[in-house]
């Protein structure tokens, strides 16, 4: 019903910089929240960043002050601006959407694939 796009992740040099970006497509009745989730090998799945339909954005303390969240999500897009990359900040970017597909139906989470993002020299 709700399909999510990724694209942007690659391999960059640590303190380089990368952007990644998501568009959502499908049922749409409303788009609540879009964000990006990170899994690194070996580890769970971890909240990076949402920005809100009203604009607000909240990040996880890995990424204040380095990573920066956009989007409209009226156009239901999100981006991710990601700056002096660590290499611990390797692993699979997920972009994440709390849509409701109607009306009368209450919102519900939905994934893209993944795209991957290593950091190293």
């Known amino acids: 019903q709700v399909q999510l796009v990724e694209s942007g992740g690659g391999l960059v040099q640590p303190g380089g910089s990368l952007s990644l970006s998501c568009a959502a497509s499908?049922?749409?009745?409303?788009?609540?929240?879009m964000g990006w989730y990170r899994q690194a090998p070996g580890k769970q799945r971890e909240w990076v960043a949402t920005i809100a339909s009203g604009g607000s954005a909240d990040y996880a303390d890995s990424a204040k002050g380095r990573f920066t969240i956009s989007g409209d999500l009226a156009k239901n897009t999100v981006y991710l601006q990601m700056n002096s990359l660590k290499p611990e900040d390797t692993a699979v970017y997920y972009c994440?959407?709390?849509?409701?597909?109607?009306?009368?139906?209450?919102?519900?989470?939905?994934w893209g694939q993944g795209t991957q993002v290593t950091v190293s020299s």
């Open positions: 499908g049922i749409i009745f409303s788009l609540n929240t």
């Open positions: 994440n959407a709390r849509v409701r597909t109607y009306p009368w139906y209450s919102a519900s989470d939905y």
